[in-house]
Structure formats: structure tokens, C-alpha cells
């Protein structure tokens, strides 16, 4: 179910230093998702989405926006994308993150976009205007290399070759590009051929970081959730969480601490950055006095 609902405020200040994304701000246009990836830390009860498969539309988003963006003093990334996919089928239809992209750039913001979708080339024009200003990075979550896979952990989500393909095309128009490789679920993608193919493709498609998470999140209603998919695709493998992480809330890889030590060789090799800088804003040269 689609449905419209009123915001209170949409653009929220990131508790600094943001290590992972560079993320001064954080902005939600929709709840819910359309993706349904099993493994959504965003099912849980403490989030207050009572059905996650609906899809709420933030209606006031756009007005919200074009308020509060002038009257934050300190120029720092917009991040998208932590609740829900910016780019989820129902933007087709609403368009709320372009419309958000094109109030971003008239007011001289930079933007982080964290995306499953190639449905974000779509606004590459409003890309390239941003990045001509200040800055605008795309980040795509890939957690395996293998479509059919995928195909069973984000059932709604566009497959990881297109995600890759679209990489591919930002950075050839000057986009500045990344994977989010995380959640990295135990026992079904913690394997080191997986991790060394996602980031020699990355790199090879002109990502310039990879930003790794070991592990996965369960709680609540999240796990519950994951654990009925896991019985419908994956038969067997609910007992072997069960007494790996009993009721933890961060269920790191078993083979996490290997996976880190190749995964930073794997950087060193290509280049890559682990983390996304914080926007800084160039300096403004300032008028010598004579007297």
C-alpha cells in the first residue's frame, strides 16, 4: 500500500564526527521500502513503520525542504538513503528525491546518495549540477556479486550487475562513486572470493571507495522477519544463527577479522578509500589590507 503522510521536519543534524559517510545531514522523503531486503534493520519496532512493506510518502517533503535548507548555516553532505532507498519503483512515480536534488543544488549543498537502484541515472543532469558547485556522491549497496543470490535477499531491487553498470556511468560523467558493501550476512556472503570479486569490479568500474561492514544487525521484528525468509530460501541455516548470535543485537562474521585483513590489502591494490571524506567547503580568499 502507497499512502501520504505529513512531516514534522525532514532534513536531521548526524551526530559528529560521521566516520562511515562524511554525512552532516540526514534526510528521509519516504518510509518503508519497496526493496524488502530480508535483512532491513529498518523492520525493527523501534523505528514505529507498523507494516514495512507499505510505502509512506513524506507529501510536505519538498516544502519542508525548500525551508530548512536556507537556514542552515554550515554547508555539509546531505545523506539519503539510511531508512529506505531513495530510489525505490515508487519514486518513478512521486519523484521526491529529484525534486529534493534540484532544491540541493539551487542552494549550494552537497549530496550523498546511498542507493540499490540504477534508477539514480536518471538524475545524473542533477548530478553533474551539484557536483559542479560543491560535491555529489552516489554509493551503491552490493553485498554479493552474484545476481541470484541477490535476487532472494533484496527481492525488489534492481541486481548487483546493474548496480554496477550504473556505477560505471556516474563516474564516467564525474561522479564521485562507492560501494557500500555491508551488510555482509553471515554464513551466506562471508566469503572471500565474494568480497575480492565486489571490489576489483568496483574499482574497475571507477568506484573510489568501499565502505565495509563484517556482519549484520538483529533485533525484534527484524529478526523474526529474517528468520522466516531464511527457512523459505535457505532451509537449515536459521539453527546456525540461532546458536551463533542467540538474541545479540551485532552478529559479526565468524570470518570477519580475515575478511578485514584482505579487504585492506584489496584497497591498497586498487586504490580505494574505506570510508567517505566529510565535505569541505573550498576556502574563500580574503582581501589583503593596505593599512
Avoid at 549550494?108 to 540504477?118: A, Q
Avoid at 529478526?223 to 538474541?247: C, K, M, N, S, V
Amino acid at each position: 500500500m502507497i499512502r501520504k503522510i505529513e512531516a514534522r521536519t525532514l532534513l536531521a543534524h548526524v551526530s559528529q564526527p560521521d566516520d562511515w559517510f562524511g554525512l552532516r545531514y540526514n534526510m528521509n522523503l519516504y518510509r518503508g521500502c519497496q526493496h524488502q531486503c530480508i535483512y532491513c534493520d529498518s523492520r525493527s519496532a523501534c523505528y514505529g513503520i507498523e507494516n514495512f512493506a507499505d510505502v509512506l510518502i513524506k507529501g510536505n517533503a519538498i516544502d519542508l525542504l525548500r525551508d530548512e535548507l536556507p537556514r542552515k548555516r554550515a554547508k555539509g553532505l546531505i545523506g539519503t538513503g539510511s531508512m529506505n532507498d531513495p530510489y525505490g519503483p515508487v519514486e518513478r512515480q512521486y519523484g521526491l528525491t529529484r525534486q529534493a536534488l534540484a532544491l540541493i543544488a539551487e542552494f549550494g549543498f552537497p549530496v550523498h546518495i546511498l542507493t540499490k537502484s540504477d534508477l539514480v541515472l536518471r538524475d545524473l543532469d542533477l548530478l553533474q549540477a551539484i557536483q559542479a558547485r560543491t560535491r555529489a556522491v552516489v554509493s551503491f549497496t552490493i553485498t554479493t556479486p552474484d545476481d541470484a543470490l541477490a535476487r532472494k535477499l533484496e527481492p525488489g531491487a534492481p541486481p548487483p550487475s546493474a548496480r554496477l553498470a550504473a556505477l560505471e556511468t556516474l563516474a564516467r560523467h564525474g561522479i564521485e562513486t562507492g560501494v557500500l558493501l555491508m551488510p555482509i550476512l553471515p554464513f551466506l556472503e562471508d566469503d572471500p572470493a565474494a568480497i575480492q570479486t565486489i571490489v576489483a569490479q568496483a574499482a574497475a568500474r571507477g568506484a573510489r571507495h568501499v565502505v565495509p561492514g563484517f556482519g549484520m544487525t538483529l533485533r525484534d521484528r527484524q529478526r523474526d522477519y529474517f528468520y522466516t525468509r531464511l527457512d523459505q530460501h535457505f532451509p537449515g541455516l536459521r539453527a546456525r544463527y540461532e546458536a551463533a548470535f542467540g538474541e545479540r543485537y551485532s552478529c559479526r562474521s565468524p570470518n570477519a577479522p580475515a575478511l578485514q585483513a584482505l579487504f585492506d590489502d584489496l584497497c591498497r591494490t586498487h586504490g580505494l578509500r574505506a570510508r567517505v571524506a566529510p565535505y569541505q567547503p573550498a576556502v574563500q580568499p580574503t582581501q589583503l589590507q593596505l593599512f
